[in-house]
C-alpha cells in the first residue's frame, strides 16, 4: 500500500444489519475485501458485522460506496461474483467522482444501467457498459467497438433476450461471418448447423447464460431464437426483432452493407467487432470499418467505443490487450517514420536529377 500523508489519512466504519449476507459481502476467507484493497489502496478490516476502512479520503470513500453497492446487491436477491466486486469498484470510481456535483440526486451516482431477464440481472461494470446498454435501449442500430473481453456480444445477447422475455420483439437472430471457411461451408462434415455450430459458439455461450436450457432448446426450435451465418441474412426483411452481428469486423463491405439494410419495422441492430482484428484476406476493406466511416453522425445511430480499460474478464486480458495495442502503435510508427524517409529519399533523388 503506498504512503499516504497523516493530513490525507481517514477511516470510516461501516455497519451492516443483516448478518445472514456477511460471508457473501466479505467473500470466502474476506476475499472480496481483499480485492478491494488490492484495488483501492486501503486496508478493510472485518469484525463482526462492521468494516473499518482506511486509507486516503479518496480511496477510503469509494472502498466505502463499493461495499455499499454489493450489500444493496445482495439485499436485492443476487449473488455476487469476482467479476461483481471488481464492477462496484468500477462504479465507485466513477461515483465518488460526481459526489461534489450538487445537482445529480444520490441514487443517480450509483446507478449503472442494467439488463434484467428472469435467469439473472446484469449490471454494467464499466462506463462503457453503462453507456452500450442505454444506447442499446435509444438507438436502432447500435455499434459496439472494441477489443475482446468488454462484454460487448454478451451484453448485445442478454438485452435481445430480455425484451423477447417481455415480449417487446418476436425473435432474435444472431450472426457471424464464418470467414475461416469462406463462407463455404460445404466441405465440413454434417448437416447445414453441424457446419457452423463452431463459428457461432460464442453466440450459444451467451444464450446459454441467459436463458434456461428448455426455454432456449424451445426458442431454437420454434425459430424465435436463430443463430446462423452472415451468408444466410441475404434477401430477408427482419421485422419485430432483435439482430446481433457478431465479428463484424470480418464482413466486406457489400455483406455489411446487405445485413443493414435487413433492418425491418420495430427492430433493432446490434453491430459488434474489433477493427484491429480483421481476418479478411490482405488488401480488403473490412465492412465494418466502412460502415463506422461512412454512417459517422446518421441520426438513430449510436457507437460505443470500449477500451483495454473496460475488459471485465481476468485483469491479465486487460493487460495482454494493452501490450498488443502498443507494439501496433509501435509498429505503426515504424511504418510512418520509413515511409516519410523514403519520400525524402526519393525528394532528393529528384532535386539531384532536376
Known amino acids: 500500500m503506498r504512503p499516504i500523508a497523516a493530513s490525507d ?33 486501503v486496508e478493510a478490516v472485518a469484525h463482526g458485522n462492521q468494516v473499518t476502512i482506511r486509507g486516503d479520503k479518496k480511496s477510503t470513500e469509494q472502498a466505502k460506496l463499493a461495499l455499499e453497492s454489493l450489500y444493496t446487491r445482495l439485499q436485492g436477491g443476487h449473488d455476487i461474483t469476482p467479476g461483481d466486486v471488481d464492477g462496484s469498484i468500477r462504479l465507485a470510481e466513477v461515483a ?93 462434415p454434417g448437416d447445414m448447423k453441424e457446419k457452423v455450430d463452431p463459428y457461432l459458439r460464442p453466440l450459444y455461450d451467451g444464450l446459454n447464460e441467459m436463458m434456461a436450457p428448455e426455454k432456449l432448446e424451445r426458442g431454437l426450435e420454434s425459430g424465435m431464437i436463430e443463430v446462423a451465418p452472415l451468408a444466410f441474412m441475404r434477401g430477408r426483411t427482419l421485422s419485430n426483432a432483435v439482430v446481433i452481428l457478431d465479428e463484424a469486423q470480418n464482413t466486406t463491405s457489400m455483406q455489411m452493407k446487405m445485413f443493414l439494410t435487413r433492418l425491418g419495422e420495430n427492430s433493432k441492430m446490434i453491430v459488434t467487432g474489433d477493427p484491429s482484428q480483421v481476418d479478411l484476406p490482405p488488401g480488403q476493406m473490412s465492412g465494418l470499418r466502412d460502415a463506422l466511416k461512412i454512417l459517422d453522425g446518421v441520426e438513430g445511430i449510436s457507437r460505443v467505443d470500449f477500451t483495454e480499460s473496460d475488459v471485465v474478464r481476468h485483469e491479465l486480458v486487460a493487460r495482454i490487450v494493452g501490450a498488443y495495442d502498443n507494439e501496433s502503435r509501435r509498429r505503426l510508427k515504424a511504418k510512418e517514420l520509413r515511409q516519410a524517409e523514403e519520400a525524402a529519399k526519393e525528394n532528393a533523388e529528384q532535386g539531384s536529377k532536376e
Open 9 to 41: 489519512m481517514m477511516h470510516v466504519v461501516l455497519a451492516f444489519e443483516d448478518n445472514r449476507l456477511l460471508g457473501d459481502l466479505f467473500g470466502q476467507f474476506d476475499q472480496n475485501l481483499a480485492l478491494i484493497e488490492q484495488r483501492l489502496g
Open 96 to 188: 465518488e467522482a460526481q459526489l461534489s456535483l450538487p445537482t445529480m440526486e444520490p441514487k443517480s451516482r450509483m446507478a449503472f444501467a442494467q439488463i434484467a431477464t428472469r435467469r439473472k440481472t446484469l449490471v454494467a461494470r464499466t462506463t462503457a457498459q453503462d453507456a452500450y446498454i442505454r444506447a442499446m435501449d435509444r438507438s436502432d442500430l447500435t455499434f459496439g467497438i472494441g477489443p475482446a473481453g468488454t462484454g460487448k456480444t454478451f451484453l448485445a445477447v442478454a438485452y435481445a433476450a430480455a425484451l423477447l422475455e417481455r415480449g417487446e420483439i418476436d425473435r432474435m437472430i444472431l450472426s457471424r461471418p464464418a470467414v475461416e471457411a469462406g463462407e463455404r461451408l460445404g466441405f465440413l
